[in-house]
């Protein structure tokens, strides 16, 4: 039995954030169901890109595929029905279709007052933008991770991940997982709802209360760290060496490893807020020697020392990594049609528990399946496909 193995989860999402909540949940095994349009209704089959291609297969591992018409009577009453033995809905369409479609979290605890509904927005439920369409990008604009990305002076950059959609997703899989222990003790379920903005603005963390608290607006800082000195890359002589040094004791050992006592007399570096007023003479001290070796001789001198040290890899490069290769990281999946193929494994582990190794499911391939799971007959399941409920 898998840890999640108890639950049901109906799972109207799609694209990235609500598919990336869903996921947290079908790893470790809950029974989620997707639910998608039948061919003939669906129009924006684009949405996520190619379902055999890495994108979607990553994103939907793990669930079975059902078709539900939810714009048909026939199909909405289906759905409800389904509602009554679910423990969890999840959706992230704009936030008047669910009210529109009577599937908002009132509507749903009628029928199941145990039931947990999963919102995920652009801009929230209500207020001045709560009817706007959201993406990642112009979350990372407005929570201010834009105005933080980038070189000094290059003006706003959006990061190279949908980090508000993703982000968005974590935290709604956890709000869920609250609600649900909360249910044990209640026997009653939650609305639980996140938007890109809000989950951009939490994860913009220090940054933002650097605002809030101080009233310091942060600016771009590169490669360097905004508060934390001596933080950034480095250039060795094969290539950049990544080095997170800060505070004294840290400095005092990147002395050491590059020998550099007598520029460390400097009084310009004589403590930590002095390092940081002087920041380009401080990384000059030290890309002066850093350029005499390797970066393998860096990396391992400067963790020997220990201070956090490493390589800049692109993607071929991160999976070449042996701790990488050590920790398993490519999750091996068989799919019908793919064959083996390697997604990314979720990054917790839990001892004693592994995660479901399921492949992404073709549009409505276990229709008739989950149906009878649900209590429908085999006439009644052939009376959908003829009303074009499913």
Not at 124 to 135: E, I, L, S, T, V
Not at 208 to 213: D, I, K, N
Not at 293 to 304: I, R, Y
């Amino acid at each position: 039995m898998a840890p999640l193995s108890r639950f049901t989860v109906l799972d109207l999402t799609r694209v990235r954030s609500g598919p990336t909540c869903v996921r947290q949940l079908a790893d470790w095994g809950a029974n989620v169901i997707k639910i998608e349009a039948p061919d003939e209704i669906d129009t924006g089959k684009g949405l996520g890109g190619d379902r055999h291609g890495p994108d979607f297969q990553n994103t939907h591992r793990n669930k079975r595929g059902l078709t539900i018409n939810l714009k048909s009577p026939e199909g909405l009453a289906l759905f409800k029905e389904m509602v009554k033995k679910a423990d969890v809905v999840v959706e992230n369409f704009r936030p008047d279709v669910k009210n529109r479609l009577g599937i908002d979290y009132e509507s749903l605890a009628a029928i199941n007052p145990r039931i947990v509904l999963g919102s995920i927005s652009g801009f929230g439920q209500d207020g001045p933008y709560g009817k706007r369409p959201g993406f990642d990008q112009i979350a990372q604009g407005m929570g201010g991770l834009m105005s933080v990305t980038g070189l000094p002076g290059q003006g706003p950059v959006r990061a190279g991940i949908p980090v508000a959609d993703l982000t968005a997703g974590l935290y709604t899989a956890l709000g869920i997982m609250v609600a649900l222990l909360e249910r044990e003790e209640t026997g009653k379920g939650r609305w639980v709802h996140v938007s890109l903005l809000e989950a951009m603005i939490a994860m913009m963390d220090f940054q933002a209360t650097r605002w809030t608290m101080a009233g310091e607006v942060p600016k771009q800082a590169g490669n360097d760290h905004p508060t934390t000195i001596p933080t950034g890359l480095f250039q060795a002589s094969d290539g950049v060496v990544n080095i997170a040094g800060g505070g004294e004791e840290m400095w005092q050992r990147i002395v050491s490893v590059l020998g550099i006592q007598e520029e460390a007399k400097d009084p310009d570096l004589a403590n930590d807020k002095l390092r940081a007023q002087n920041r380009k003479k401080t990384n000059a001290v030290i890309q002066a020697k850093m350029s005499g070796n390797t970066v393998e001789h860096w990396v391992s001198a400067f963790n020997k020392a220990g201070v956090p040290c490493g390589f800049v890899y692109t993607m071929d490069k991160v999976f070449a990594d042996p701790q990488v290769e050590h920790l398993k990281m490519k999750m091996p999946i068989e799919h019908p049609a793919l064959g083996t193929i390697d997604l990314i494994r979720p990054p917790m582990q839990i001892v004693g528990a592994e995660p479901q190794r399921r492949p992404t499911p073709e549009r409505g391939e276990h229709t008739d399946e989950v149906l009878a799971e649900f209590g429908f007959s085999a006439e009644q399941i052939a009376e959908f496909k003829r009303n074009g409920a499913v």
